[in-house]
């Protein structure tokens, strides 16, 4: 479910995991249908983590 591996995101870059954040947040992302109301969200936390 998207929601768990954003959330896994999250947790990721409070412990300054940024590869594993990075790479929960392309997960979520890849598992949403169309244009979810929670992309733009997910997209917005992959994009400040820069790179």
Known sequence: MPCSLDQR??????????????????????????EAPIRQFIQTKLDALGG
């Open 9 to 34: 995101g999250d947790v990721a870059v409070a412990k300054g995991d940024i590869p594993a954040a990075r790479d929960a947040y392309k997960a979520a992302l890849a598992k949403l249908v169309g």
